[in-house]
């Protein structure tokens, strides 16, 4: 029954009677959300990652998982074991149009799968829990967004340091005035930790031994086909544009999130950038626009905002390379982590303040020399906290029951609402580096590079205005059969 026409029933059946009964599952159908209830969860991506985001909704028993979905029965196979009743499938498309029973679902594959398999979800009225970055391009992130609130779909994007009380108190502090209006922000990683900045993979090699053709043609997804390789399956895909988004998209959702939370951040109005280069030959540094380089710096501008009166300018660079350690911060105190490798530091008018990676660690140094510190304990008033990855996945599940609109759901702290507008942040700086990196004519030292320029940004209408080339890189080309509608 459509989801209409069970409430139909619902409302009709219980004027008719009069009185309370109970409507057995079966009969209501999938999609069914009372309280008491537990879900029916499947997970699109089981191992790796996709392992722990459906382990940590499965919250102990407290739901049913119901399905598995994934290309290599190898990479899920703790996940297989851990859930012996679920029905396994390797395409989810296949899982969709067969199983009917399913009310929720994380995606945990590969970035370039995410938009097309968290549509199809939403599509289905299955309420998504998709793994950061929300997508692969800034096209399909605002699409997300949009067909979250059309499907009335209760959705969480998995970066679970949003869901850190110390985030909560970050807020806190700035809104109670103790830094000032923030000018400049500096974000930075040790990312990539996997190769990039490689030639292309060559030569055809064997397919794991639990993968088929068939199986690596749905691994593939909207993006072109290209023969098998390690050096793409499993992990590895991060450093190529076909199917990651480099450094920015493995930790910038988790690192540009606080500045984006507690500034009250919208789209930006410009971005602009540099990369790391190689050399092999004297003079002429290695073209490779497939992947993503091996570090880069990253420059977007906001305008100011009502929780901040001045434009901000926020700094990103990756590969290692990070900021100089502020005056104000005591030399014995590292930035960011313990071995600076991650960070946030935020600029205002009377101190900074600063996080680690996913929140952690949140401090402000004052001007007058006072350092202040997130108390022992401090948990915001979040329920949740104490839970694996601070009851990320648990607050969504619990919103899911609640319903579409429901306070539980408007108390999610990464909600399409929220995440699609921050990756489509977090991704604008990918836009830049493609555009940076693509030649545009001549080769060797006579090469032309003619988007290497500032970017000017148009939000609402997902544009480059001063550049169109650079607009390709707004979305992507996709394979036949895998287009996002």
């Avoid at 850190?164 to 502090?173: S, T, V």
């Avoid at 992990?235 to 999130?257: Q, Y």
């Avoid at 929220?418 to 030292?445: C, D, F, K």
């Amino acid at each position: 029954m459509k989801t209409n026409t069970r409430r139909d029933f619902i409302k009709k059946g219980a004027l008719a009677a009069g009185s309370f009964y109970i409507v057995p599952r079966h009969v209501l159908g999938k999609g069914f959300k009372a309280p008491s209830d537990k879900l029916n969860i499947a997970a699109i991506g089981a191992g790796g990652k996709g392992r722990s985001d459906i382990s940590n909704a499965y919250n102990k028993g407290a739901e049913n998982v119901v399905a598995l979905c994934d290309v290599d029965l190898n990479e899920a196979a703790r996940s297989i074991k851990s859930f012996p009743k679920a029905k396994i499938y390797r395409d989810f498309r296949e899982m969709f149009d067969k199983q009917k029973d399913i009310d929720a679902v994380t995606i945990s594959t590969p970035d370039h799968n995410h938009g097309v398999a968290a549509m199809m979800a939403m599509q289905n009225d299955v309420h998504v829990y998709v793994q950061k970055p929300l997508t692969h391009n800034i096209y399909e992130a605002r699409m997300l967004t949009e067909a979250a609130r059309k499907y009335k779909i209760v959705s969480q994007m998995g970066n679970q340091g949003a869901s850190n009380p110390e985030q909560q108190k970050m807020i806190e502090w700035f809104k109670a005035g103790l830094i000032g209006d923030v000018d400049k922000v500096h974000i930075w990683t040790n990312r990539p930790v996997w190769p990039q900045g490689i030639p292309v993979p060559s030569g055809k090699m064997p397919l794991p031994k639990t993968m088929s053709a068939e199986n690596w043609d749905t691994w593939i997804g909207p993006a072109a086909m290209v023969d098998y390789h390690p050096l793409y399956h499993p992990f590895k895909w991060r450093g190529w544009w076909d199917f990651g988004t480099g450094a920015l998209g493995d930790m910038g959702c988790h690192l540009i999130d606080p500045a984006f939370r507690v500034l009250e951040l919208g789209y930006p109005t410009e971005v602009e950038c540099s990369v790391g280069q190689i050399f092999l030959k004297d003079w002429e540094a290695e073209y490779i626009p497939e992947g993503c380089p091996p570090s880069s710096s990253v420059q977007v501008k906001f305008p100011a905002t009502a929780a901040n009166k001045k434009e901000v300018t926020m700094r990103w660079s990756d590969g290692g390379i990070r900021p100089f350690h502020p005056n104000i911060i005591p030399d014995d105190h590292s930035i960011g982590d313990e071995d600076s490798a991650n960070g946030v530091i935020m600029e205002g008018e009377k101190g900074v303040m600063v996080c680690t990676s996913y929140g952690q660690r949140a401090k402000i140094y004052l001007n007058t020399g006072e350092i202040i510190e997130v108390p022992k304990g401090y948990d915001a008033g979040m329920k949740n906290v104490g839970m694996s990855e601070y009851g990320h996945h648990t607050s969504w599940v619990e919103a899911v029951k609640a319903g579409f609109g429901s306070k539980e759901h408007k108390e999610l702290t990464s909600s399409f609402d929220y995440s699609g507008p921050l990756t489509e942040t977090v991704i604008m700086g990918n836009l830049a580096i493609r555009s940076y990196q693509e030649r545009t004519s001549g080769s060797g030292r006579g090469a032309k590079f003619e988007g290497r320029k500032k970017l000017l940004w148009d939000g609402d209408n997902m544009k480059i205005t001063n550049y169109d080339e650079a607009n390709k890189f707004v979305g992507r080309k996709y394979r036949d059969g895998w287009k996002l509608i």
